[in-house]
């Protein structure tokens, strides 16, 4: 790949943005790397400052950022590489909360603009609450501007004292979308059949196995599912802290769900899937909802964050922590195909509505030209 120019095509020097991203979810990784696209073929200089598991994952430097390892950790040495790195930025843009706090805290003393997405909202219990509403404080009055990627981020970014907070448009990048060719009905037969569902329904589900995705819930669901015929399969791709546990109840209770792992195909899988299901989701946009509504498989997901307005009237939405509403959901779909194809259109004329990547880098792109424009001369 050739050298990006210094130079904005009318001969002025180019605007230079820092990226900062923690460990970054899914979500979040892929919208740094479409929105670094963009803003390079716009001759933006992009750098990111993130892990160097994450530049290996999602190859910033592939689509021409110059990439800085900063471990996602708070120490003063993280700090101070990420302070380095932002020395000549004319704007700094922290995806999630803690990404923000590092970013704030390198620009301390500095006239630098400060954009921060949030993506998810964090959870916390007790003790650990107070800190996150202080944290969350401390990152909102930082920021020049906070862009929320769902109403109700941003409704708790001016809640916790932003002085400018906006939604976000955030895409879905083009890769992260199931095929929509014969190339996927092809591969839907061989996909069913490697995980084992021939001749009975393939449910998927996709995402971290930690506390906060709804497992507990949806392996609760799974036991009224038990008297169907023919008996649905729940596969359950992802890693994380909850493996064993899960593990442990699937086959202590006799369960009828798989635990695949980490994929590198979700897009080949969910394609395969007769059904689509989000029992619990930390993140405004989930990802594994948009591929669902853009692969046209009937979506069950909870009723929280960011979903509703995510898809509309394009799934099937239960209360968190309901595994009745959600088997009833689950049970209802499979036995009515009507339903499910009014689904699929639904979430068609859905995904229709979300932004583009091109949209998703005029905005971001039209926030960084206002906070870094000179001022006028009195």
């Known amino acids: 790949m050739s050298p990006v120019s ?30 670094t696209s963009g803003l390079v073929a716009r001759g933006v200089r992009v750098t990111v400052c993130a892990p160097a598991a994450a530049d290996h994952l999602y190859d910033f430097t592939g689509v021409g950022a110059d990439h800085v390892h900063v471990p996602r950790r708070n120490d003063p040495a993280s700090v101070a590489a990420l302070r380095v790195a932002c020395a000549d930025a004319d704007l700094v843009h922290a995806h999630g909360l803690h990404a923000a706090l590092r970013a704030a805290l390198a620009l301390s003393g500095r006239h630098v ?41 941003v409704d708790r970014a001016r809640t916790r004292g932003a002085r400018d907070a906006r939604l976000a448009a955030v895409a879905l990048p083009a890769q992260r979308r199931p095929a929509e060719d014969e190339d996927a ?6 996909v069913r059949a490697e995980l084992g569902a021939t001749d009975r329904p393939l449910l998927m589900a996709v995402g971290s196995l930690d506390r906060h995705r709804g497992y507990d819930t949806l392996l609760d669901a799974t036991r009224a599912w038990r008297r169907l015929d023919p008996l649905p399969l729940l596969v359950i ?36 899937a007769d059904l689509a299901l989000l029992p619990g989701c930390p993140e405004s946009r989930s990802v594994l909802a948009q591929e669902a509504l853009h692969a046209r498989v009937p979506l069950v997901a909870v009723a929280t964050g960011g979903i509703p307005e995510l898809v509309g009237d394009a799934a099937e939405l239960v209360p968190p922590g309901d595994c009745e509403a959600l088997s009833e959901a689950v049970v209802g779909l499979l036995a009515d195909p ?41």
Do not use: F
Not at 185 to 190: G, I, L, N, S, V
Not at 248 to 270: A, S
Not at 342 to 361: C, F, H, I, N, S
């Open 338 to 378: 009507g339903r499910c194809e009014r689904l699929r259109d639904r979430g068609t004329r859905q995904a229709a509505t979300w932004p583009t990547e091109d949209e998703t880098v005029a905005q971001v792109l039209s926030v960084y030209d206002e906070l870094t424009k000179p001022l006028p001369l009195p």
């Open 237 to 272: 791709a992802g890693e994380g802290p909850l493996r064993g546990e899960l593990q442990r109840r699937i086959e202590n209770e006799g369960l009828p769900v798989r635990l695949v792992g980490r994929r590198d195909d979700i897009g080949e899988l969910l394609g395969a």
């Open 185 to 190: 009905d092809r591969m839907r037969p061989k």
């Open 113 to 153: 603009p400060l954009v921060v997405t949030w993506h998810t909202r964090p959870y916390a219990e007790g003790a650990r609450a107070h800190l996150l509403r202080l944290l969350e404080r401390r990152v909102a009055k930082s920021a020049s501007v906070v862009l929320g990627s769902s109403s109700d981020l």
């Open 6 to 35: 210094s130079h904005s095509p009318h001969g002025q020097p180019s605007l230079r943005a820092v990226q900062v991203l923690g460990g970054g979810s899914a979500g979040s990784s892929a919208h740094v790397r479409s929105l």
